[in-house]
């Protein structure tokens, strides 16, 4: 900033170029300070007088008269004559610098001072720093021994003290505890009772990783202060040498090393320099929710909530290309085939398409393919013919633009509406393969991790658990380098799934690992693929096992009630009541089931329909399951899931068979 008047330091003055101006003596400089002390208020010509002089002399008021007629001819050297002053102006019977707010830099000072207070960490360590510079001295250098000049040199001290604090904590907050340290070192040995100086030094010190000294530090302050004031340290020190002697999880540092201090720079950088109603910051803000989906739990509910408000503020703005790439840019990998909130789901649909009919004609062929692969996305787990036509149309946009990114995204989409019958695992296991090496040549991580765990699906349908194992060691180490927590979720289960289905572990054993691998959902951010898991992995294990439903004694007509079921209810319910012996009401819900949905559990769902409509005799079912499961022949029920098995296909459609050739009393 460039000010006028200057009294952190000796009094000066500059023109609008930055010049120095000449102020003549001490008592015209004297008579400036005084006035700048005012603060743009009227001082009497006589208490100028008392102030100026320990016994002012008899001219003292002509005296004060002509040093005033000084300052405003070095103040406005182009003031034509007789034209009455703009700054330092007569006023009933005294005189008033009236300065600008900006023009003062011990005002300026002020300013900044409070408004870092409201500012993140960087920001206010830049606000700071500045500030700070702006001292050359001593505050009202020339004027120390004043009367009328001590108050506000004092104040002005403290604030100054303030913030080199603040900005001591702007630079611990920012991860650099180290420098912090240095220069709070110095400050507590100059002004050694400022408690807070202290206090900060031992956390800057900590977080340093020297915790002997910051102890040290604490225990020379505590020492001081016994000894030359005769006080105990206050409740905050004595609060932080508690916290550090336990470890408290709250002193460990935010942004932390090269990689949190440049974040935060560059964040604060982006906020400064980027205007708020920028629409770069719209694309920027989904390239951030993007990076947060995929670290799961909180980041992922809170990546989901707020796109939906991008998309709505993108087309708020009627900007189609704009809300295209908005739409299209959040091309997070899925590998579950139902979606965590189908309402929104549906959102993103109708904006995509919205989207999709406002873009110009011709080009953008880029964009249609996101959207297009979009909508294939977010329609998995429908009935709807669009998800499977969006997902060819990007595809094929997106191999004939050559683009690796926007394929990859591409065949995300094919992969998720690879569920129109029974039997696709071979063709999902390719989708896989093309993932991998498209991904990998390109340096597509989170697609590489897809492909591997795609692949995992498929090996494990097809019992390949040999070479299963390889894609979830592979997916974990890229999960593992790239910090994406959300992998383990899935190569837990599959590791549940690969105990269970190759009989190496009792019941008991099996059962363990699956809830191990439950306990990894609670609070993953996936509630489509949390509710139900656990009670249907656990339902399919015994019933592989030919062992019975498990029941509680406490019932409602149609199943357990203490069993959250899920969405997996319908097909569970018919079971469910054999158990109780319930068989009309199990044949009833038998009847009363819809069709499994087209998903990774399709087989899974089918196979618990088929045990109970042999067990009830129902016919019509029974030829329903058999001619869904036939293509899948070859397949372990369930296991294209990668998280549970009903065990081979091919042993239901054998009891189907038998069922059919030879039909019980009262089926039909």
Not at 77 to 83: F, T
Request: charged share 25%; hydrophobic share 45%; with cysteine.
């Amino acid at each position: 900033m460039r000010f006028l008047f200057g009294v952190l330091g000796p009094v000066a003055a500059w023109d609008g170029a930055g010049g120095a101006i000449a102020l003549k003596g001490p008592r015209h400089r004297a008579v400036l300070a005084r006035l700048i002390v005012a603060r743009r208020r009227v001082v009497p010509v006589r208490r100028l007088a008392e102030d100026l002089w320990t016994e002012p002399p008899a001219d003292a008021v002509g005296a004060i008269r002509t040093f005033v007629a000084a300052l405003r001819r070095s103040l406005e050297p182009e003031r034509p004559p007789r034209a009455p002053a703009r700054l330092l102006v007569t006023e009933g019977p005294g005189y008033a610098l009236r300065a600008d707010p900006g023009a003062v830099d011990a005002w300026g000072f002020e300013r900044a001072v409070a408004a870092a207070a409201a500012l993140p960490p960087e920001d206010a360590f830049v606000r700071l720093d500045e500030a700070l510079e702006w001292w050359r001295g001593p505050a009202y250098a020339e004027c120390a021994d004043e009367p009328w000049a001590r108050a506000e040199r004092s104040r002005l001290t403290e604030l100054r003290l303030h913030a080199v604090e603040r900005r001591a904590e702007a630079r611990v907050a920012l991860g650099l505890a180290a420098e912090a340290a240095a220069d709070l070192d110095a400050h507590v040995a100059e002004h050694p009772w400022r408690e807070d100086a202290w206090r900060l030094l031992a956390l800057a010190l900590y977080r340093s990783g020297r915790q002997g000294d910051a102890l040290a530090v604490l225990r020379r302050a505590r020492a001081l202060l016994a000894e030359q004031l005769g006080v105990d340290p206050g409740p905050r020190l004595r609060g932080l040498e508690a916290d550090i002697l336990g470890h408290a999880a709250h002193l460990d540092p935010g942004p932390a090393g090269a990689a949190g201090r440049v974040w935060a720079r560059t964040a604060a950088a982006y906020d400064r320099t980027v205007p708020s109603g920028a629409r770069a910051r719209l694309e920027s803000t989904v390239g951030l929710l993007r990076s947060l989906a995929v670290t799961g739990g909180s980041g992922l509910q809170t990546a989901r909530r707020h796109r939906v408000a991008a998309i709505t503020a993108a087309e708020e703005l009627a900007d189609a290309e704009l809300t295209a790439r908005v739409i299209g840019a959040y091309d997070v990998p899925a590998v579950w085939t139902r979606v965590d909130d189908p309402e929104q789901a549906a959102q993103v649909v109708a904006a995509a398409e919205r989207a999709l009919a406002t873009l110009p004609p011709g080009g953008h062929e880029a964009a249609r393919a996101r959207l297009l692969a979009t909508i294939a996305l977010e329609s998995r787990g429908t009935r709807a013919a669009r998800g499977p036509q969006a997902a060819r149309q990007a595809e094929e946009l997106a191999r004939r633009l050559d683009d690796p990114a926007l394929l990859a995204f591409a065949l995300n989409a094919t992969f998720m509406q690879t569920f129109h019958h029974a039997g696709l695992a071979p063709r999902r296991d390719a989708i896989g393969a093309e993932l991998i090496a498209l991904s990998a040549r390109h340096g597509l991580t989170t697609f590489e991790i897809l492909g591997h765990l795609v692949r995992l699906q498929a090996r494990s349908a097809l019992a390949d658990f040999a070479g299963a194992d390889r894609h979830a060691a592979a997916a974990d180490r890229l999960a593992e380098r790239h910090e994406l927590p959300l992998v383990g979720v899935f190569t837990r289960w599959y590791a549940a799934l690969r105990l269970d289905a190759t009989g190496d572990a009792t019941e008991a054993a099996a059962e363990a690992a699956y809830r191990s691998a439950a306990a990894r959902l609670d609070g993953a951010g996936m509630p489509g693929l949390e509710r139900g898991l656990l009670p249907l992995a656990l339902l399919c294990l015994r019933t592989r096992r030919t062992l019975p439903v498990r029941s509680s004694p406490h019932t409602d007509p149609h199943t357990d009630r203490h069993t959250d079921w899920g969405p997996y209810a319908p097909w569970v319910r018919p079971l469910a009541l054999l158990a109780q012996d319930r068989r009309d009401e199990a044949a009833a819900a038998l009847r009363e089931a819809p069709d499994p949905p087209r998903d990774l559990l399709f087989e899974a769902l089918w196979c618990l329909t088929a045990r109970a409509a042999v067990a009830v005799g129902d016919r019509e079912t029974m030829e329903r399951a058999h001619r869904e499961l036939t293509p899948a022949a070859a397949e372990l029920a369930g296991a294209g899931s990668g998280l549970l098995t009903l065990g081979p296909i091919s042993a239901y459609l054998s009891d189907l068979a038998t069922a059919l050739r030879h039909p019980g009393p009262g089926r039909r």
